[in-house]
């Protein structure tokens, strides 16, 4: 196993939920509710999330083979869409891939645990693709994908603690506070991005 496997997975997937740059998210999602309601929406939101990502993570790799995709065209592609994330967040602008926030109260008034908060909100497209990726890297030996897993399961995990004390932690951030984390987590997204985008040609033959 490459030694940075590891700290590869568990960054990209971080900075790809981006908690703390959904802090102003989650407390527009969650201030209309009670503590214990607060703590029931957050605990289905996670569940569901990480449900669909470990679904992704099992099965990933076979939907891929199935389509005929190979793991470097998937790292090709990936790549330029976490790209495409960190661009966003580096000029803290609203995810191409996320709901804006002016948008909540037209997009649904149903079960805010499952949308946004749960998909597109923790578990969109990026996520998914960033877990298809790996998925696919790992050739699909159980050891890798339990690790893939436990990763995922850990940040949604760190995510939910974000969720319950998103309010305290806006009041001790600040605006500008979010603003500078999101931005160099934006940049080091970038730099993955273009990692895994190099690991694709390199697959492919293109670089040496």
Known sequence: ????????VFFTLFFVVDPLGLIPIFIT????????KQRAIIFKATGIAASVSIFFILFGNKLLNF????SASFLIA??????????DMLFARPSRTKIPKEDYSSADNGDVAVFPLAIPMLCGPG????????????????????????????IF???????FFSVYL?????????SVIQRIMGLILSALAVQ?????????GFVK
């Open 1 to 8: 196993m490459d030694i940075n496997f590891i700290p590869s």
């Open 29 to 36: 999602c969650l201030s209309p509710y009670s503590i214990k």
């Open 67 to 70: 389509l005929g995709v190979t």
């Open 78 to 87: 990936g790549g330029i869409l976490l790209f495409l994330i960190s661009i």
């Open 127 to 154: 996520n998914i693709a960033a877990l298809l990726m790996f998925s696919s890297q790992v050739g699909g030996k159980p050891e890798m994908l339990i690790i893939i897993i436990i990763i995922s399961v850990v």
């Open 157 to 163: 995990f760190l995510t939910a603690v974000v969720m």
């Open 170 to 178: 806006e009041r001790f951030l600040g605006e500008g506070g979010l």
């Open 196 to 204: 895994f985008f190099i690991n694709g040609l390199h697959q492919l």
